[in-house]
C-alpha cells in the first residue's frame, strides 16, 4: 500500500466538500496552496462559465482533475425526460474533455419499480458510452449506499455496477467504462474483498469520508476520515491490492460542519487525516 | 401466489408496531379482534411476567406465535460481555419454546471490524443452536438494511445470511437455523431474486411494512403498507415461490405515527392494506 504521509500530491479534493462557499477560482487556489494532487469540480461550478479558462487555471495550479460530478439520473418517468437527461449528459462530458477529467461520475437514479428502472439505467450508460469514447472521456459508475435506494441510485453495490460494466462493455484490456468505490458508500458490503478484487482495472476512482455515529443525517451528515466507523486504511489497501494506483479523493457532505468551515481550515484537517487515518 | 384479502388469519402481527402502549394481555385481544392469526412479542413483554398465562391467553385467543423478538448481539466488545449476552439468549429461548414461538429471532450486533464481529456472531450462533435443538425452538438470523451496519447488525443481506446458515448447518433437510425475510432490510438487495430463491426452507418469517420518502429516521419511522416505495407484492411472490407458505407478518417503527394511533385503528388499516397493497 503506498504512504499517503507527507504525500498530499497523491490525493485529490472534491469541491463538494467546502459546500460551494466560493467561487471555482478560489477553491482551486485553496487546493493547490495546501498541496494536494487533484481536484473534481461539479457542473453547477463549471456550466455558463469559461471552461477553457478554468481547465488552464486548473492546469496551471498544477493540479489534474479527476472526476467530473456528476450525471443526470438515467430514470426519468416520461422518455422526454429521459432525452433531456441524455442530452444534459452529453452536454457534460463535453464539459469533462475540456477539463482533462479522468471520468465523468455517474449517478444513476432510482424508481419504484428496480427492474425497469435498472435497464434504463443500462440502456442510457450503453448509449452515453458512445459519446464518451468519441469525446475520450471514461465513465465511472457510482454504486450508492442502498439507503439511498428509494431517492438517488438503483445501483448499490460493487458487484452489480461491475455486471452493468461487463455486460455493457464486455472484456476489454483498457475499460472506458469503470466505477468509482466511494468508502461511504460500500464498506458495509459483506462481499467487498471479493468485489474490488474483480472489479480491478475498471476502479477508476476512490472516494473516502467516514459514516458518524449515530447517523444524524445520512445525505449531509458525512464525518471526517478518522471521526466514523469506516476502516478506511483496510478498503484503501484492498483497492491498491486490486491495481488501482490514482487519486484518494476527499468528499464529504457535511452541512452543518465542514462546510461552515473556511476552507484553509478543512484543508489543514484533510491533510492531516490523509496522512495519519487512510 | 395466496391471496390476502379478507384472509387476516394468514397475517401476523409484531407487537412493536403499537408502540409498546399497551400491556401484552390487552394486544393479545387486540390482535385476536381484529382475526389475525399470529403475534410476535417482544422480550419486554415476556420476561418477568407469567409466561405460562401469557403463552395459554396466546393459545386461547385463537393465535400462533410467529417470531419471538430478540436476541442479544452477538458482538459484544468483552468477552465477558459476549458470554452474558449468550446467558441472556439462551434463557430467551427457553421463554420462546414456553410460547411455542415458530422461531427466535436473531439481530446480530456490529462493530468496527466486520471481519471480526462476523466470526463472533457466526460461533455465538453455532453456539446458541445447541440449545435451539434441545428446547426445539428454530433461529431466524435477520439480515438488516446496510443502514444499520454500523450500530445494528453486519448480516445485511439474505445471501450473507443464508451463506451463515449453511456453514453453520451445512446442508439439511429440516434447518433449525433459517432466516427471516423483512422487506424494510432487503427491498433494494441486486441479488433479491436469486438469494430469497436460494435460501428456498430456510425463509421462517416474512415482515412487511413500507420505506416511505424522503426518509427522515431510518430508525422509528417505518410506513404502513402501500405509504411507501417497496413493491411488497413482488417480493411476497418471491417468497412465496422460494416455498414459505407461513405468516405475513407487519412489523412498523413509527414513534411520531402509528405508535401514537388507539391500537384498533392500527389494526383496521393493517387489514385493509394488507388485503390490497401486500
Known amino acids: 500500500m503506498r504512504t499517503l ?14 459546500g460551494f462557499q466560493a467561487p471555482l ?13 487533484a481536484i473534481a469540480p461539479w457542473r453547477r461550478e463549471i456550466e455558463g462559465q469559461d471552461v477553457k479558462a478554468l481547465s488552464k487555471q486548473i492546469r496551471d495550479a498544477g493540479l489534474k482533475v479527476t472526476g467530473y460530478c456528476r450525471s443526470e439520473y438515467f430514470t426519468g418517468s416520461t422518455k422526454i425526460a429521459r432525452k433531456a437527461a441524455m442530452k444534459a449528459n452529453a452536454k457534460a462530458l463535453d464539459g469533462a474533455a475540456e477539463l482533462n477529467a479522468a471520468y465523468f461520475a455517474l449517478v444513476v437514479g432510482t424508481g419504484r419499480n428496480l427492474n425497469l428502472v435498472r435497464q434504463q439505467v443500462e440502456d442510457g450508460v450503453a448509449e452515453l458510452l458512445e459519446h464518451a469514447r468519441e469525446v475520450g472521456v471514461k465513465l465511472a459508475v457510482e454504486p450508492l449506499h442502498p439507503v439511498y435506494a428509494a ?10 455496477a461491475l455486471a452493468l460494466c461487463q455486460r455493457i462493455e464486455g472484456k476489454v484490456k483498457k475499460p472506458m467504462l469503470g466505477l468509482l468505490v466511494d468508502c461511504y458508500h460500500v464498506w458495509w ?22 459514516w458518524l455515529m ?20 483496510y478498503i484503501r489497501e484492498l483497492v491498491e491490492k486490486a491495481g488501482y494506483n490514482s487519486f484518494v479523493e476527499v468528499e464529504i ?13 478543512t484543508c489543514r484537517v484533510m491533510r492531516e487525516r490523509l496522512f495519519t487515518r487512510v
Open 189 to 210: 458490503d459483506p462481499a467487498l474483498e471479493s468485489s474490488i478484487a474483480a472489479a480491478g482495472n475498471r476502479i477508476l476512482g476512490f472516494h473516502v469520508s467516514d
Open 214 to 233: 449515530p447517523v444524524r443525517d445520512v445525505l449531509n451528515d458525512r464525518g471526517m476520515m478518522g471521526d466514523g466507523i469506516i476502516d478506511l486504511p
Open 5 to 18: 504521509k507527507n504525500h498530499p500530491e497523491l490525493c485529490a479534493v472534491n469541491t463538494a466538500t467546502f
Open 253 to 265: 457532505f457535511s452541512s452543518e460542519n465542514w462546510w461552515k468551515r473556511p476552507m484553509d481550515e
Open 25 to 37: 477560482t478560489k477553491v482551486i487556489d485553496e487546493v493547490a496552496r495546501a498541496g494536494f494532487g
Open 151 to 160: 431517492d438517488r441510485a438503483c445501483i448499490n453495490t460493487i458487484a452489480q
